[in-house]
């Protein structure tokens, strides 16, 4: 799949072999590791951001991913800016 110019579908290729298998996390666990990353984001915490996304990521699976970093970037407006503040420290 040809996945230029859409970073979801590019982090979905990069991490759908390193993720989990199965689904493992409730709706729960997802709404608290994003009042986490919001938390950190607001305290302009980079370690507690980067730790909450290792966790998600984790946790979820590739294709989990990929619809996870989609509402990150358009839903919450944090753009592709935020995952390289998060991962360039």
């Not at 040809?2 to 709706?27: H, I, N, T, W």
Request: aromatic content about 10%; overall charge negative.
């Amino acid at each position: 799949m040809q996945a230029v110019g859409d970073f979801a579908e590019c982090a979905f290729e990069v991490l759908k072999d390193r993720c989990s298998v199965r689904p493992s996390l409730s709706v729960k666990d997802v709404v608290d590791e994003l009042d986490a990353i919001a938390a950190g984001y607001s305290n302009n915490d980079r370690a507690a951001v980067r730790q909450a996304m290792e966790r998600i990521t984790r946790a979820l699976t590739g294709f989990e991913n990929k619809w996870f970093i989609r509402v990150l970037v358009k839903d919450m407006k944090l753009g592709e800016h935020t995952f390289y503040w998060i991962l360039v420290t």
